[in-house]
Structure formats: structure tokens, C-alpha cells
């Protein structure tokens, strides 16, 4: 069971009046308790099952400007009396930074938790067993499907409680439904795997069974025995489970500690054209049941909604306190990073973007970690689909896509099938002219 | 007696008891309990950013039959826990039933001391060592823009109960030394990383001002970078430099040669042994034995002694990679890859250091040898898809080769391959075997453990480059 809050009360009490006593001016402690069940599945038979319970604590303690940090899993009052007197006297030796500090009263969070964070519907194991079963099933009536690296089905529920010594005591339950399918087909000697994942706060929310299955067998089949194509500069069309990664590598770039320390190719563009005018990305923390939805973040600070870019238009930083002090700027609740971050709907459909050109490339899987940050080069193996006249006509891979994000940027064109199925979404995206290195 | 479970609610006898009558009707099984305290300290923008001290103490209670896993874990360690961690297997597994295969290995291997890095270091030393290697960085050039400089410091003691009362256990030290260099020049900026590390105390990893080298080297690369050119998309040779390069190797057929992949049949290698899988002379090794290496470790997280398995000796694949699971269910012995991240992590097969042997031939033949290539000295990291056998890996330092001779450096490319063939495409083998300078961490289900790779120079006839030109 998770325990609940006034038990993570009780705890984050101890830590603070511990750490007041030792001698610091402030502190800032996160007590978190959660439970997760899984079960996974491989060929429609039970693979394994595993549960974990976990506990922990990580207090921040500051002097003045000299900060330092503790966290453990060890909840014993003797050990916390050690963890808290080391934490102090780490503290005392660090040198101090003038932008430490606990985070503004007046941006503390003070409404009302009214979002649908959590469902208490508990599964049995053997509930959650037939589940995935079922996904594999669905998977296998498929005849190219051959085998599979196991499917899984997921549940965890938490709790927290973030206090601090400014007055700040507030938490809540949150509650995550996951289910993956990941399936092998086979033919002519060609071999591959694909998969399809649902994950939502509520059970009533993820995929059926049978959804899962099939969507997974279908990419894993639709994959086999692909062909590389020459080196050509061609237009991409992004899937939508790898056009929010560009949101994702966004965000990252206009992070507040990024932009602090120079090392984004975003800096100074705020209020500068980074997308082209159709172009509107937002990062909205009240959306009921949504994934990345929360009242506030790590730092206890309200979550307001953003809209990030406007027409193209760089609008505003993620920033929490720290950061947001190196820029002169106040948090806006980003110190856990985005919340539910997407791009708004385009104005084509699916249909007018793969009949937009006579060729294009269609990237259904990317690999590889060719994302740099600083100066925006873009690099990636991936994978996916010749589209010809308006059809998809065979699978692609052995290749890589490279550009500029800076050009990749301005040459976006969404279409208009967002769906808020993770807590960063994005509708499928054609990017015109990139680099494809091939044969 | 468990030395662990000392000042806890849970008593060796107790646990024993548990362990024993939960496992006895399973194939296999343990309880793992795990202690770990670990330090970062990060510099960044010059200031002491943070400095995170960790203390964790958990076990994992895993039984497994036939190819059924059951695992419970909790960081609450209290008779009352572990039972209902038991009954929680036991509802797994209740309509299996198995023999406890008690054999396990035994060693006395020491291949690192029972030394705590944490606190065989002052924290007062240790921040004026990350102060001194900011400074030094920066004065290195003015082009220096940011320097962020981190020291990562790990005890891990683990112990292993088996059903019957057996009790394993090694007590494991790690240290890491990062450091991150970015350049700026014209307008263009560019960074350096560099790091080294092993299974010693900080100090011996300090010896003759060697944090210079690391901040001289992060220094290097961001410079080197600063100059380099837009990357040619499309086939070539590629020469690899020797060390850190050999990820190639780990993404390439080490996962693929993973146990479980193999068992169950989803790697592109699961029917190829016996079969010729690479050039002569390719000899491909995972060694956990080697002194106070990264990936080196006594005993694997299930109790095996770890060994030097040959993976491929002479291009014909010889081994997998095994836990006890997977060996089992194979019908041969664990080769002691039986890893996990945590207390709160299932066993897999995972790599320990994976090494290719060095050959005869030398880097400068292999540099003349190629009208068009590249040189790739340097990677970010790499990723692959097991089933299909394609991999990629992201240069970090690379030069183009022309008529034989190095050229100007280019931009971050990545070069993507298919494993099962590229290790055919090998031309040469170079007389230079290096062992990367302890960094790697290496990635599989959601779980992060360390390793280490090492290889020769090698040239390779036909890799996929990716770039913006055409």
C-alpha cells in the first residue's frame, strides 16, 4: 500500500525540525512513497511478475547561499540523524552561490487539486495477465508474426508530500496505467521488431488488448524486408511517435539552465521567428487525466500555462528558481520540466501531406543519440517507409537523416491529428528537404 | 550471517528461513540485499552546483521456474516485508513447480580493494579539485565559454542469500572523473567531454596532475570541433581509432550476443553459432576479470564468479552471454554476465568489458589504404535494434580521410550499420589494442549498469555515414 499523506507528513516534519536544529536557515524536503505491479508475457505465457515498493526522502538544506542535498531509501530515525548531520556538515563546506534560495513564497501553489490524477481501480495480477495475453493473442492472429520479445502490463500508484520551511506542505496521489506489446515477424529471411505502448492515469483511458496487439503486429509486418535507398536530399514525414521527440529536444533547448549557461542553440531568440508563422507550440499543466499534468512543480511553484511559441514566435523559457535568477526572470513552475507539451494542430490532413510531393520518406523509427543541443546539428539513424505518389510503397532502413535544427525548424508543416496519448504529443510533421545518407 | 541486514528489523536466521522455504519448490532464486552510497558533486558555471549524497538500502527477492520470473522488491527491510514479498512470488509461481539447483561457483578473485572512495577523499579536497580543474580549463584559451566538471563516487556492497543459507556477497568501489569543455568561436559553438574512472579510490586516478590530461583532452576535442566541416552523407571506408571506438563492438554484436536474446530467438545472431560471423582475426572477448576495470566485477549479481568468455575467436562465434536463467533454459553454464542495475532491477545477461584483440596491422596503413573515408577517433554513444542487427553511433571527434591522407574534422555524423555483416566488412586489425578510459554506462531495458570496451585501430570497407552533404 502507499502510505499516505500523513505519514509523509509526519516524516518530512522530522527532516525539517531536524535540519533547523543542526543549524540550517532553510531547507526543502520531498517525501515519496509508491507501489508498482507488473506483469509481462512473452509467446501468451506468463513470463514474470515483479513488485515493487519504495520509499525515500531527499532534503535539501541551505545555510545563507551554501546549499547541499541528501536522499535515502532508509527511513529509520537513527539513519535520517545521520543522513541530516552529514547533509549539514557537507553544507557548511560548499562554497556559496549567490543564487541559492528557497523558491518565492508568493509563486507557491494554493488551488484547488481538481485534475483527475488518479484512478484507485486496482487489477488483479491475473486480471492484468489476461490483459496482455490478449494483446499477444491479437498480435499472433497476424501470420508473419512469428514471435515476440515479451508484452507487458503495467500498474503504479504514488504519493508524495514537498515541504519546505518557508510554510510550503502540499501533495498528492498520482496513478499510471501501462501496456506494451512488442512483437518479431519474419519473411523471406527478413527479420524485425516493432511495438506499440499505451500508458494513461486512468485504466478506462489505455488502448484495448486487441488494439495494442494488432497495432503492433501491423508496424512489426509492415517493416519486413526493407530496402536502403541512395543518398538524396528528399522530404520526411515524421510518424507522430517520433515528431514529439522535436518537441522534447525544444524543450531541452530552451530550458532556463541551458539558457543561463549559453549552451543552447536558442539563446537570444526570445521574441525571434524559430518556427515558421503556422507553427504554435504550448505547455498546458491543467488538462484533467493527462499525463503531464501536475499543480506544481519540484520546487512547490504553481504551474501557469504557456504558450511557448505563437506563430513561430519564441515566447517565453521553462524556468524554475535558480536559473530563472541567473536570467532575471521568475519561475514559471518549470523546475520539473514541461508538463502536457505540444504542438497545436496544423491546418493539412494526413492525406495532403503524403500527397504533397511525389517522393517522400516516411520516418517511422529513428535510433541513435545525434542530437546536439548547443549548435542545433541533428544526426540519426532511422527508418521507414517509401511513399510514392501518394502511397506507401516499401520499407526503409540502414539509413541516416541529418540536418540543422535551426532549418528543421522553419520547415515544418503539421498536420492535423494531434491526439494526447503522451505527456509530449504531436500531430504527424513534414519536414521539407533533409539529408538522407544511404547506399 | 549477513552483515547487512545488521540494524535492520530482519535477522540473518529469519531470512534464511524465509529464503529457503519460499524457494524450495522453485529451479532457482535468491534474496539480494544491496547497500549503496554514492556522492556527486557537479561544477557548473563556475560555481559548486550541487553536491547529492545518496544512501539506499534494499533487497530484491527474485524465484524463478522453468522461464517464469517472480520478483519482489522494497526498500523496507522487516520480517513483515520479505513475507509478503514471499507470498507475492509464491501467487506467481503456484502452478509451477521445480528443482532448486543449488551449484554455484565459488571464488576468492579480488580484483579491486574494499575501499570506500566517498570518504577516502575530503569533501574539502574534492571541491577545490573541481575548482582547480575549472580553472584550468579556462584558462586554457579564451574561447573557453563553460566548463562543467563532475566527480561521481559509488560504494556498493551487495550480499546474496541462496535457498539453503549460503550467503555471497563483494563489496564494490567506482569512481568517475567527467569533464565538459565548450568552445565558442565566430559565432560557432562547440563541446569536449572527456572522463575517466575505474574501481579505485579518486586518488589513484589523480597521480601526476592526471585531471590536467582530462581537462587538456575535453579541451582537444572542443577545439578540434570548432574547426570541422559538414559531414558527407552516403557509403565509405571508415578507420576506427583504438579504446573508446570499441562501443562499436558493444552495439554492434555484443548485445546481440546476450543469452536471453538468444534464447529467445529474437537476435539476428540466435542461429549462428559455430558460424562464421566476422574476418579472420577478429577475436571478440567480454572479460569481468580484468584489475579494477569499470565493467570488472568478483562475483555477478547473482553469485558467478565472473570469468573472460570468448564471444567470437577468429570470426566464428563461439558464445553467448549468460545469466542462470538463460544458461539453464540453454542447457549450459552461466558465464557470470548475470547483471542489474538495483536492488530493484530483474537479472539479464549484460556485458562486463568487451574487448577485441589486437591483430598486426598498423593505423598509419590503414589512413593510406583509403581514398575516401573517414576517421572516426571519438563517440557520444551508440544504440541498436537487436532483431534487425542495425546500429548507430554518434561521432564526437572524426576526421575525413582523402587519397590516404587525414583531413579537416567533421561535424558530429553518425554512422549506422548492420552488425551481423559489418564485422565482415573488418580489413584490418591494428597492432594498437587500447581499453576505453572508464566511462561507459551501458543502456537495456531501463537499466543502467557499468561496463568497459576496448579494441585496435580497425579499418572497416562499408559503413553508413550520415551528413548534410551530398
Known amino acids: 500500500m502507499i502510505k499516505d499523506q500523513e505519514y509523509l507528513k509526519k516524516i518530512a516534519d522530522i527532516c525539517l525540525s531536524k535540519s533547523k536544529k543542526l543549524g540550517s536557515s532553510d531547507a526543502n524536503i520531498l517525501v515519496q512513497s509508491s507501489v508498482s505491479e507488473n506483469v509481462n508475457v512473452r509467446n501468451k505465457k506468463l513470463d514474470g511478475s515483479e513488485r515493487s515498493e519504495n520509499l525515500g526522502v531527499v532534503l535539501t538544506t541551505y545555510l545563507g547561499k551554501k546549499k547541499s542535498s541528501i536522499a535515502s531509501s532508509n527511513l529509520k530515525e537513527s539513519n535520517l540523524d545521520e543522513l541530516v548531520n552529514r547533509c549539514i556538515e557537507t553544507m557548511k563546506i560548499t562554497p556559496e552561490d549567490e543564487y541559492n534560495s528557497l523558491p518565492d513564497k508568493d509563486l507557491h501553489f494554493k488551488g484547488l487539486k481538481d485534475l483527475d490524477l488518479y484512478d484507485e481501480t486496482h487489477l488483479s495480477n491475473e486480471d492484468k495477465i489476461n490483459y496482455i495475453k490478449e494483446a499477444e493473442e491479437e498480435a499472433f492472429s497476424n501470420d508473419k508474426i512469428i514471435n515476440t520479445n515479451g508484452s507487458g502490463f503495467g500498474e503504479n500508484k504514488s504519493n508524495f508530500l514537498l515541504a519546505n520551511s518557508n510554510g510550503f506542505a502540499d501533495g498528492y496521489k498520482t496513478s499510471q496505467f501501462t501496456a506494451y506489446c512488442e512483437v518479431v515477424s519474419k519473411s523471406n529471411g527478413s527479420m524485425e521488431r516493432d511495438y506499440e505502448y499505451t500508458s494513461k492515469r486512468f485504466y478506462s483511458d489505455i488502448l484495448k488488448p486487441k488494439q495494442l496487439g494488432s497495432i503492433a503486429a501491423d508496424h512489426a509486418v509492415k517493416k519486413l524486408n526493407p530496402q536502403k535507398i541512395k543518398s538524396e536530399k528528399i522530404s520526411l514525414i515524421f510518424d507522430k511517435r517520433i515528431s514529439k521527440n522535436f518537441l522534447s529536444i525544444f524543450a531541452s533547448a530552451i530550458s532556463s539552465s541551458a539558457i543561463a549557461k549559453g549552451t543552447t542553440f536558442l539563446k537570444d531568440k526570445l521574441n525571434q521567428q524559430v518556427f515558421n508563422p503556422e507553427i504554435n507550440i504550448q505547455d498546458h499543466g491543467n488538462i484533467r487525466k493527462a499525463n503531464g499534468s501536475r499543480y506544481f512543480d519540484s520546487e512547490g511553484i504553481a504551474v501557469v500555462n504557456l504558450d511557448l511559441i505563437k506563430n513561430g514566435i519564441l515566447q517565453d523559457y521553462l524556468i524554475d528558481t535558480y536559473n530563472g535568477k541567473k536570467i532575471n526572470r521568475k519561475s514559471n513552475g518549470r523546475a520539473s520540466g514541461t508538463t502536457n507539451l505540444y504542438f497545436q494542430n496544423g491546418s493539412k490532413t494526413f492525406e495532403d501531406l503524403i500527397k504533397s510531393e511525389n517522393k517522400i520518406l516516411y520516418i517511422k523509427e529513428t535510433i541513435g543519440h545525434g542530437t546536439n543541443i548547443i549548435n542545433g546539428d541533428y544526426s540519426v539513424g532511422a527508418s521507414g517507409m517509401m511513399i510514392e505518389n501518394g502511397e506507401f510503397s516499401y520499407p526503409v532502413s540502414e539509413i541516416t537523416i541529418a540536418g540543422n535544427l535551426n532549418n528543421i525548424f522553419k520547415n515544418i508543416t503539421l498536420a492535423d491529428d494531434l491526439e494526447f496519448n503522451y505527456a509530449t504529443n504531436s500531430p504527424t510533421m513534414m519536414v521539407e528537404g533533409m539529408v538522407v545518407g544511404g547506399k | ?470
Open chain 2, 1 to 470: 550471517m549477513s552483515t547487512l541486514l545488521k540494524n535492520t528489523e530482519l535477522t540473518s536466521e529469519r531470512a534464511d528461513s524465509i529464503v529457503s522455504e519460499t524457494l524450495n519448490n522453485c529451479d532457482d532464486g535468491e534474496l539480494y540485499i544491496e547497500d549503496t552510497k554514492s556522492e556527486t558533486i557537479v561544477l557548473d558555471d563556475n560555481k559548486i552546483k550541487s553536491s547529492n549524497y545518496t544512501s539506499d538500502l534494499g533487497y530484491g527477492f527474485r524465484a524463478v521456474t522453468g522461464d517464469t520470473v517472480a520478483y519482489s522488491h522494497s526498500n523496507e527491510i522487516s520480517e513483515k516485508s520479505l513475507k509478503n514479498s514471499s507470498e507475492n512470488l509464491k501467487s506467481t509461481l503456484k502452478n509451477n513447480s521445480g528443482t532448486y539447483n543449488s551449484e554455484i561457483k565459488k571464488t576468492n578473485q579480488k580484483l579491486y580493494k574494499d575501499v570506500d572512495p566517498i570518504e577516502s577523499k575530503s569533501m574539502k579536497s574534492k571541491i577545490e579539485l573541481l575548482n582547480n580543474m575549472n580553472e584550468y580549463a579556462r584558462s586554457k584559451d579564451s574561447s573557453v565559454k563553460q566548463v562543467t566538471a563532475s566527480l561521481l563516487a559509488e560504494k556498493k556492497n551487495v550480499e546474496i542469500i541462496r535457498s539453503g543459507g549460503e550467503l555471497l556477497s563483494d563489496n564494490r568501489p567506482l569512481v568517475r572523473i567527467n569533464m565538459s569543455v565548450m568552445v565558442e568561436k565566430n559565432g560557432r559553438k562547440e563541446t569536449g567531454v572527456f572522463g575517466i574512472g575505474g574501481r579505485q579510490d579518486y586518488d589513484e586516478y589523480l597521480k601526476n596532475d592526471n585531471w590536467k590530461k582530462v581537462c587538456d583532452e575535453a579541451f582537444r576535442i572542443a577545439s578540434t570541433n570548432i574547426e570541422s566541416k559538414p559531414s558527407l552523407a552516403g557509403e565509405m571506408k571508415v578507420v576506427l581509432g583504438p579504446g573508446w571506438p570499441a562501443i562499436l563492438i558493444h552495439e554492434a554484436v555484443g548485445h546481440g550476443l546476450e543469452g536471453d536474446f538468444n534464447r529467445k530467438k529474437t537476435s539476428a545472431f540466435h542461429d549462428l553459432v559455430g558460424k562464421k560471423v566476422a574476418s579472420d582475426g577478429v577475436t571478440i572477448i567480454d572479460d569481468g576479470t580484468l584489475d579494477n576495470r569499470r565493467g570488472s566485477l568478483n562475483i555477478d549479481d547473482e553469485g558467478t564468479p565472473t570469468e573472460r568468455t570468448v564471444l567470437i575467436e577468429n570470426g566464428i562465434l563461439k558464445n553467448f552471454m549468460q545469466d542462470r536463467l538463460n544458461a539453464r533454459l540453454m542447457n549450459t553454464k552461466s558465464t557470470g554476465n548475470g547483471r542489474r542495475e538495483s536492488y530493484k532491477h530483474v537479472v539479464m545477461p549484460r556485458m562486463r568489458n568487451t574487448i577485441m584483440l589486437g591483430g598486426s596491422n598498423n593505423q598509419e596503413e590503414m589512413i593510406k589504404s583509403v581514398d575516401k573515408g573517414i576517421f572516426a577517433v571519438s563517440f557520444g554513444g551508440g544504440q541498436v535494434d537487436i532483431t534487425s542487427g542495425k546500429f548507430v553511433f554518434n561521432c564526437t571527434e572524426a576526421y575525413e580521410i582523402i587519397n590516404g591522407k587525414i583531413g579537416s574534422p567533421i561535424k558530429g555524423a553518425t554512422l549506422i550499420g548492420d552488425g551481423p555483416s559489418s564485422l565482415k566488412e573488418i580489413l584490418m586489425v591494428g597492432n594498437d589494442m587500447m581499453l576505453d578510459p572508464g566511462i561507459g554506462t551501458c543502456g537495456k531495458a531501463g537499466q543502467g549498469v557499468p561496463v568497459g570496451v576496448g579494441q585496435p585501430s580497425l579499418l572497416i570497407n562499408n559503413m553508413t555515414v550520415g551528413g548534410t552533404q551530398l
